[in-house]
């Protein structure tokens, strides 16, 4: 059994089979479907239950719920159903609710699910609102970031190591004081090793580790077997990979089995949709989409893509490439990482369903206040 994403003919074809076989195929289309996100279960390549779900200001609505019928009794709407509901839970929606039939109400109730409002009748039949909270505010992970040149806290504008501005002498000053706020991660880039090709900052990871709590993902130059055990050695929960996905899938592959998907962050560089490498001056034909798709089916389960034409702008993020990315894979673990320049930005990834943001520049130039991130959280 396989849930993903189904495309919207065979959803009509699905919902028409099974609740309306007696209308057109025009009959069971909905007005929003377009902006729906359509998942099913399929047995051996064939789609045998299908949902739609629809997200309004952190409430998920879910409609048309159909399994065929010769499958039903199996589970397969169960499934389907359990999935929705994680994903609405993983990305923080605030409740989720449906227009259910009067005869259908027991299956919702098993998810704890109950009946609101009364019943009214609908094509000669009879329904029911069923609603769920799921909290009452939603939360997302903030990521502060360190980017390291020559052991010191710079920030960069697009990549460009010719516009680099050096923030504080020393990072575990900066550490420390994100810990002393409330924060729980830190995003650890050494730049001077993403130049090189190998890791070089390890010993300002080192002491950030073991003079902090802070979760640490670091990434920049790792390339071989060694320079993860030195991330790892050093104290990163996570390490911080982007090339190497691209272009040496062998390579990365072999460290997800040898070491876990768990304790890696992949990042995305991207322009126009497909993956930029090599500091952001080569892009790729590697869509963005198929890259995560990839690495999803290998087991990666974070993910952070930045868009390289607002990196370092204080411009806003690409909220509408990560909507479709969120869109596209409700299960992961999204991490929006660029162009952050207010606490509205925050808040507006928070509201799409973001589970983290990478904030850097925006902290450092006095855009938003650490004491601020720490309240939204």
Not at 25 to 54: C, M, P, Q, R, T
Request: glycine share 10%; aromatic share 10%.
């Amino acid at each position: 059994m396989e849930i993903k994403a189904v495309p919207l003919a065979d959803v009509w074809r699905m919902r028409q089979a099974v609740m309306y076989p007696a209308e057109s195929l025009d009959f069971v289309k909905l007005e929003e479907d377009e902006a729906g996100l359509h998942l099913g279960v399929y047995i051996n390549g064939e789609v045998v239950s299908v949902i739609s779900v629809f997200e309004d200001r952190g409430r998920v609505q879910f409609r048309k719920f159909a399994t065929k019928t010769d499958q039903q009794g199996k589970g397969y709407g169960t499934a389907l159903l359990q999935y929705v509901m994680d994903w609405a839970k993983h990305h923080n929606k605030q409740s989720i609710w449906c227009n259910a039939r009067l005869t259908a109400t027991a299956i919702y109730k098993k998810f704890g699910m109950q009946a609101t409002g009364d019943a009214w009748q609908k094509y000669g039949l009879d329904f029911i609102k069923m609603e769920k909270q799921l909290q009452s505010k939603r939360t997302m992970q903030i990521i502060p970031a360190i980017d390291i040149i020559d052991g010191k806290c710079v920030r960069l504008t697009q990549g460009d190591y010719q516009q680099k501005k050096v923030y504080n002498e020393n990072p575990l000053e900066v550490a420390l004081e994100f810990e002393a706020a409330g924060l729980q991660r830190l995003h650890l880039v050494d730049l001077d090793g993403a130049k090189a090709g190998a890791v070089k900052n390890w010993k300002v990871l080192e002491t950030i580790a073991g003079k902090t709590k802070l979760v640490i993902d670091f990434g920049g130059g790792i390339k071989t077997d060694k320079d993860v055990d030195i991330v790892f050695n050093s104290g990163a929960a996570l390490a911080t990979v982007g090339s190497i996905a691209v272009k040496n899938e062998q390579e990365f592959v072999k460290w997800l089995l040898t070491y876990g998907a768990d304790k890696f962050l992949l990042g995305a560089d991207v322009k126009d949709e497909k993956i930029a490498v090599g500091g952001w001056l080569e892009t790729t034909d590697i869509w963005i989409y198929d890259f995560i798709a990839k690495y999803i089916a290998h087991g990666v389960q974070q993910i952070f893509c930045t868009d390289v034409s607002k990196d370092g702008l204080l411009q806003g993020p690409a909220v509408e490439l990560y909507q479709n990315i969120i869109k596209q894979f409700p299960q992961l673990h999204f991490i929006a990482s660029g162009g952050v320049s207010n606490m509205e930005d925050v808040r507006q990834l928070q509201e799409i369903g973001c589970s983290g943001v990478i904030i850097g520049k925006a902290i450092y130039e006095g855009r938003i206040t650490v004491e601020e991130l720490v309240k939204l959280k």
